[in-house]
C-alpha cells in the first residue's frame, strides 16, 4: 500500500481543525477513517450513499475542479443533509488526487443521518 502523502484539512464550525493524510485514490471518507479523525457520526453509512452524514462544503474554486459531477443518487442524499450549501458535496463521493493535496474542506455543525427517521 503507498504511503499516505497527502495533506486534506477538515475546518470544524468551532474552529478547530483536523488534519487527515490521504494516499492518491482515498476518498474524503477514507481519510476520515484512515486517519480516525474526531468527526462524530460521519460516515455512517460506509460510503454508501444511504445516509447524508459525510457532507462536506467545498470552496467554489475546489467545487468546481471535483472532476466527478454529482450524480441523482448523490443528489437525492445532499437534499437531506443539514445545511446544505451551493457547493456541498458527500466526502464518500470525492477522491483526494495529487491535484487534491492540500485540501480544505469545511465540516458542517451538525449531521443529519436519514437512516434514522
Ligand atoms: Fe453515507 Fe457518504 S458515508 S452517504
Do not use: W
Request: with cysteine; hydrophobic share 35%; aromatic share 6%.
Amino acid at each position: 500500500k503507498p504511503k499516505p502523502n497527502l495533506k486534506v484539512t477538515f475546518e470544524l464550525d468551532d474552529g478547530r481543525e483536523l488534519i487527515g493524510k490521504a494516499c492518491d485514490g482515498d476518498t474524503l471518507l477514507d481519510v476520515v477513517l484512515n486517519n480516525e479523525l474526531d468527526l462524530d457520526g460521519f460516515g455512517a453509512c460506509e460510503g454508501t450513499l444511504a445516509c447524508s452524514t459525510c457532507h462536506l462544503v467545498f470552496s467554489q474554486e475546489d467545487f468546481d475542479r471535483i472532476p466527478n459531477k454529482i450524480t441523482d443518487e448523490e443528489m437525492d442524499m445532499l437534499d437531506l443533509a443539514y445545511g446544505l450549501t451551493e457547493t456541498s458535496r458527500l466526502g464518500c463521493q470525492i477522491y483526494i488526487t495529487k491535484e487534491f493535496d492540500g485540501l480544505r474542506v469545511k465540516v458542517p455543525p451538525a449531521v443529519n443521518d436519514v437512516r434514522l427517521r
